[in-house]
């Protein structure tokens, strides 16, 4: 119940901020877990993995645009979409929760 008073209390621009640094950090820790796993096992990435990945980094849809190899310059520019798309898809979600918990006010 605290949680819920508390998460009232919390101003729109608040909300969007934590839910976009949210998305930034799980983006930025699949990003970390997705490459660590390509280097370690040699593009073995499970469908469990890729499964888990889309749900949480939507925006990792977007990684699909590197089929090939790429230069350096691409992949910097394809991740960095990936990364920082899924903070302002977060972000959206945070806009539409806070709208939604001004809704179901009293």
């Known amino acids: 119940m605290r ?7 919390m101003t729109q621009k608040k909300i ?10 799980v983006a930025f ?13 040699q ?12 749900i949480l980094w939507p925006s990792a ?3 699909t645009v590197m089929q090939e190899k790429a230069p350096p310059t691409v992949v910097v520019v394809v ?3 990936a990364i920082f798309a899924n ?7 945070g806009w539409i ?4 918990g001004r809704l179901m006010r009293p």
């Open 29 to 41: 820790l699949l990003a970390g877990i997705r490459i660590y796993m390509l280097y370690q096992y």
């Open 79 to 81: 991740w960095s979409v």
């Open 61 to 63: 849809f977007y990684l």
């Open 3 to 9: 949680i819920m008073s508390l998460a009232m209390q």
């Open 97 to 100: 929760a806070w709208r939604l």
């Open 43 to 54: 593009d073995v990435v499970g469908d469990w993995f890729n499964t888990l990945t889309l």
């Open 16 to 25: 969007v901020v934590v839910f976009g640094a949210c998305g930034l950090a």
């Open 87 to 93: 903070a302002l898809i977060y972000a959206f979600v």
